[in-house]
């Protein structure tokens, strides 16, 4: 018959019938039979599978380096419309509360990118601002935007990019900022916007960055569709 067999190291209680009470080791052994029998072969299965799932889901989240991905690049290049207005998108100011980190580790440690934010949202609502069939440009500041002589500008400040690792399986993001858009003859509009999101199941080393990336596109699409839809009607 099988038995569970238990090991104690330390000391046993002593009973009439035993030997003289000493420190040396002593063995339990239960008999197994059955359902019990065949919990116990599973439990002992099952144990290296868990640990293993463990180790490999410490090895696969994200580091602290973090790189900002750029936007892929549509399949068809769009050209600029006949007659097309001019738009001049100017490099973003960075207003974020802390710009030496873009987030936090589940173990309180911060996330770093040696990107520049600013760059990565600027450029991005640049070539989406572009998909819409307008004659873009792209500057470093206003003044240098207004020496082009567009029709529009579009600048703006990076209010938050912030990056969380909430669990082993679970990150999340969430993204601020505030965009203009001014003709030669003044603003036209201020627009704040944001956007949240997460994401969960097995992590993988570049699950943090495609959620980013994902983040920023949703921040940026809805503005420059509102904004190429203002300029087209001006026209």
Known sequence: ??????????????????KPFTNAPWRLQIPLTGGLLRQNMHAVRLFPALFFLIIVLSACGPGNEIRLLAVAPPAVSVLPKPNAPKVTVVEFKDEREDSSTIGQRRDFSAFTCSDSPTLWVSHALADELTKHGLQVSYATSVEQARKGNPDYIVWGTLKKVWLKESSATNLETSLEAVVNLANRQGRIMREPT???????????SSAAEVLLRNSMVDLIEPMAAKFAEIIWKKK
Do not use: H, N, Y
């Not at 018959?1 to 035993?18: L, S, V």
């Not at 956007?195 to 993988?204: A, H, N, Q, T, Y």
């Open 194 to 204: 944001s956007v949240s999101e997460s994401r969960g199941g097995l992590p993988s």
């Open 1 to 18: 018959m099988p038995f569970f067999t238990c090991f104690w190291d330390g000391q046993r209680p002593p009973k009439a019938a035993d």
